[in-house]
Each structure stands twice: as C-alpha cells, then as structure tokens.
C-alpha cells in the first residue's frame, strides 16, 4: 500500500481512540499492550502508526508510553469492545475518529492515511479488509457521527452497552474498504502469533504477515 504521492499535512483531521483493554485470555492473561516486538511495546507500535492525529485517546488500564496520549476506562471496567469505544468516543470530538486496536504490530502511517482518506469519502467511514475480505473492525476510521448514532441505538435496544459485540455495532455502517494485501492490519491473539511476528522483526524481514493467516477481530 502506498501514499499516493500526496502531502500528509492536506490530510483530513482526526482523532484516534485506541481499545487497550481486554483480558487477553489466549495469553494467559498477560498484558498484551505491553508486550514488546523490536524492542518497542506493541502499544506504542501502534501509537507510532497514529501520530498525525490531533486528539489520541486510550481506553484501559493506564500504562507508560512513547508519546502522550489520554486515558479512559470503559464503563464499567472490562465492559466489552463497544463499551470501550463509547467511552473513548466520548472524549474525541473530530469529524473523523481512527478506532485502532492496541495489538497491530505492523500497522504504519501509510495504511492509517489511507483509511482516514477514505472515510473523508465515504458515507459512514472505512475500514480495513484482510485478503480473505475479512473487516478488521478495529483497524477503521469512522465518522464521530454514525458512532454516536450506533451507540444509541445500541443503549436503547440493551440497556447497556456492556457485552455488546462490534459485528453489530458496526455491520449496518455504509463502510468504503482499503484492502490489506500484505497483512498489516494483522493482530496479535495467541503466543504463536507473537513469536512470528518478534521472528520477523528481530530477522529485519518485511513487517507483514503471510495473507489470510490473521483472525477475526
């Protein structure tokens, strides 16, 4: 993927908020943000890959990083994806919000330009496509406004958004898609994951996983 040859700094506004939470059961519990690849947690990789946004916000336990960003819990605390974004939503106010999981160890300024250019375009926002066609939810950028709208419908249909999955917060948005080819928006689940992806790294081999190997979000 590449930038096109156009000047980042004509780029649209917008905010990031960043999903840090989660048990992270399929690692024993360890507290995958913190976990380093190349030296560098796979947060702060992540954080690096959405420095050009004008408002960073991190939903989660709060934890040292490279660059200063804010801090919020999802309400209540290990609530859910959809719980968690709703609280970071809350204090992000650009048209634009870049919704970014903290384990994307090869995610780049290059693949959050183009998703950012292409929700600027789009009805309701954009979002990541593996090479199976599979959306990568939590690698997107959506309007603050077909969030907000979701959210309601969402607190009105449950109750609450504790529990609550993505698929349906989000599944009904009128979405553009950026494919993925090279796999950068793969995400980081099991032990097995995290020992290819330090291999790659450490060997200075692309930063990229083997299309169709990453899971669902």
């Known amino acids: 993927m590449t930038s096109g040859g156009s000047d980042p700094a004509l780029d649209p506004a917008f905010d990031a908020v960043v999903l840090a939470g989660g048990g992270a059961h399929r690692l024993d519990g360890t507290d995958k943000p913190a976990l380093e690849i190349g030296g560098a947690t796979l947060l702060d990789r992540v954080l690096a890959a959405c420095a050009e946004a004008d408002r960073t916000v991190c939903v989660g336990p709060r934890r040292p990083t ?4 804010s801090w919020t819990r999802e309400s209540p605390a290990g609530g859910g994806p959809v719980a968690a974004l709703a609280s970071g939503l809350a204090h ?4 634009l919000v870049l919704v970014l999981a903290a384990d994307l160890p090869f995610l780049d300024p290059v693949v959050v330009r183009a998703l950012v250019r292409a929700a600027a375009d789009g009805a309701d926002g954009a979002v990541l496509t593996d090479a199976d066609g599979r959306d990568q ?3 997107a950028c959506y309007r603050h406004a077909a969030l907000a709208v979701g ?3 969402l607190r009105a249909e449950r109750g609450a958004l504790a529990g609550a999955s993505l698929r349906t917060l989000l599944s009904d948005l009128e979405l553009s898609r950026v494919p993925d080819p ?4 793969f ?11 330090r291999r790659l790294v ?6 990229q996983r083997a299309a169709g190997t990453g899971s669902d979000s």
């Open 92 to 95: 992000v106010a650009a048209p």
């Open 137 to 139: 939810w939590l690698a």
């Open 187 to 197: 995400d980081c689940d099991t032990w097995e994951d995290v020992r290819h992806v």
């Open 202 to 207: 450490e060997d200075g081999r692309p930063d």
């Open 151 to 153: 959210l309601e419908r």
């Open 182 to 185: 090279d796999g950068l928006g």
């Open 66 to 69: 490279a660059r200063p960003v």
